[in-house]
């Protein structure tokens, strides 16, 4: 289990960040989506999870049946959606005399179709599972249900009539909402088509996570998380350039820092902002990052004046954790993220993304013209020196980390990231890696971005090419609509929360396909 639970957790509130934050508040666009067909869903192990969905029949067949206590169906819309559900039922036969109990439940995926969710038993709160038990006393009835659902299928199940009525279900439909403007993402088109169809579904997933704020995931865990915001904004700029949510979403951080200046990981928006008390080293640092890219991207030099300050502070927090070696300390407490891959030891990833950051902050401050700017290159300096003498493994020819050195994709993905090494020896070192495959791989399509960008800093853009389309081309070919939060393609079922029910199918992090072909012109 990864969590984090403080006892004293002290927020200091910067009113006027909240309030500007506040002010860039987008507004949702919708519109009306209506299922494509009834279908069934049935074992099948050569399939994803082992559910296959078989097409039932037209959605006009709904039209003639009727259903009684036991009977059910499920509804496709053709494509994943996020909004608010309508339908209407009304009875048949004798005046309805006894309420209807009806089950809803409603999934991204097939097997959120087929396996009972009674069945879960993770470590990540099962109310995460979307479905609803409604009881209708008064039929014919319009029904809309107040929450927000994030899916592609739905299925109904009568769980109770009387012996006397049945129910007919119609004008089933989802007013499906997003801040993203879908109109404003320039055409790709693409001749190679694996590449052109993944493009496609990284924009759909990043605009189906664009509502309120940047969520992570529309499913779970529907809030703000930096690390995903991070990478959701390098996916807008290439795509929808709605870079005022990006502000609002670093106002939002930086409205509710702890009373040392650190930025709390994720941020929750309503009933209003509150920030989380869990902090993650790498997230923290990305504050700047995500601080540097929107700099980039939209020169907006009052922003980056306004909010220097609060990334600086994660710097200098940041540093603290050196040890007299100018290494950092390393914890077996989940204290960075850098990936869900199980045993993976998060010193050297940590001290990367260190450099990396501090490498962004230079630049930040110089184009600030601040004094700060000479600090940091010269601890710049140290640590990149420190991190070559102690955490470089001369005869395994990899970085290691932790105390029991361990050889991990992802300290060498973020030392080749974070400029560490040459072009030519993060050529040497990538390919070592494809070949010895150390044991400690990755588990997210959120490490597999930094995997396939380290390939392309490294000069090795067919390689980046093909590593993509095997495993977002792979995710397509399973039945992705959106890409997900989690896709091991040697162990389909993986989740780190114990069970694939509770994974997010259409996840913030998995959306970076886009920034890739496009930055990289792939
Ligand atoms: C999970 C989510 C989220 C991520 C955190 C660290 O809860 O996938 O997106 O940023 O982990």
Redesign the pocket.
């Given at each position: 289990m990864s969590t984090q639970k403080l006892e004293n957790h002290v927020v200091v509130k910067n009113n006027l960040f909240i309030q500007k934050a506040e002010s860039l508040k987008p507004e949702l666009k919708s519109s009306m989506v209506k299922p494509e067909r009834l279908v069934e869903v049935n074992l099948d192990p050569s399939v994803m999870h082992g559910w296959k969905v078989e097409p039932a029949s037209s959605i006009d067949a709904l039209d003639k049946r009727e259903f009684k206590k036991g009977d059910s169906f499920i509804v496709d819309f053709g494509d994943h959606q996020v909004g608010y559900l309508t339908f209407r039922v009304r009875p048949v036969g004798s005046p309805p005399d006894a309420p209807l109990k009806l089950k809803l439940t409603i999934g991204e995926m097939p097997v959120e179709m087929g396996e009972p969710f009674e069945n879960y038993d993770g470590w990540l709160s099962s109310a995460w599972l979307q479905e609803e038990t409604i009881f209708v006393d008064v039929l014919p009835e319009t029904i809309t249900l107040p929450r927000r659902y994030s899916f592609r299928y739905v299925k109904f199940e009568v769980l109770a009539t009387s012996q006397k009525y049945q129910v007919m279900f119609e004008d089933i439909e989802c007013r499906a909402v997003t801040s993203a403007d879908l109109e404003a993402v320039e055409a790709l088109g693409h001749p190679d088509q694996m590449l052109q169809k993944i493009d496609e579904v990284s924009i759909k997933t990043l605009a189906d996570c664009m509502q309120d704020v940047f969520e992570?995931?529309p499913k779970r865990?529907r809030r703000l998380?930096l690390?995903?915001l991070r990478l959701q904004a390098l996916a807008n700029y290439e795509t929808f350039g709605t870079n005022e949510l990006v502000k609002r979403c670093l106002y939002l951080f930086a409205g509710v820092p702890n009373d040392k200046g650190n930025v709390s990981?994720?941020v929750f928006i309503e009933p209003q902002l509150i920030a989380d008390d869990t902090f993650?080293f790498d997230y923290s640092l990305f504050f700047l990052s995500t601080l540097h890219d929107y700099y980039l991207a939209t020169r907006d030099t009052e922003t980056l004046k306004e909010l220097w300050p609060t990334a600086y502070c994660q710097v200098e927090l940041a540093l603290e954790r050196l040890d007299e070696d100018q290494i950092l300390v390393d914890s077996s407490a989940w204290w960075s993220?850098i990936d869900?891959q199980q045993g993976l030891n998060k010193q050297t990833p940590s001290q990367a993304i260190l450099i990396y950051t501090l490498k962004q902050a230079v630049h930040l401050a110089e184009e600030l013209n601040v004094s700060e700017k000479e600090i940091v290159a010269a601890r710049l300096e140290e640590i990149v020196s420190a991190t070559k003498k102690y955490l470089w493994d001369e005869e395994q020819q990899f970085f290691v980390s932790g105390q029991d050195r361990q050889v991990s994709w992802a300290s060498q993905i973020w030392m080749v990231l974070a400029g560490v090494v040459t072009e030519e020896e993060s050529k040497q070192l990538m390919n070592r890696l494809l070949e010895e495959k150390p044991e400690i791989g990755i588990a997210t399509p959120y490490m597999y971005h930094h995997f396939i960008e380290a390939l392309l800093i490294a000069g090795e853009k067919e390689l980046a090419i093909s590593e993509m389309k095997t495993y977002w081309g792979g995710m397509i070919e399973d039945g992705a609509d959106t890409f997900w939060?989690l896709y091991d393609p040697k162990d389909k079922e993986f989740s780190p929360y114990g069970s694939h029910l509770i994974n997010?199918y259409c996840?913030?992090?998995s959306c970076t396909p886009t920034y890739l072909i496009r930055k990289y012109n792939l």
């Open positions: 992570d995931g865990d998380w690390g995903d990981a994720n993650l993220f869900w939060e997010s996840h913030a992090w």
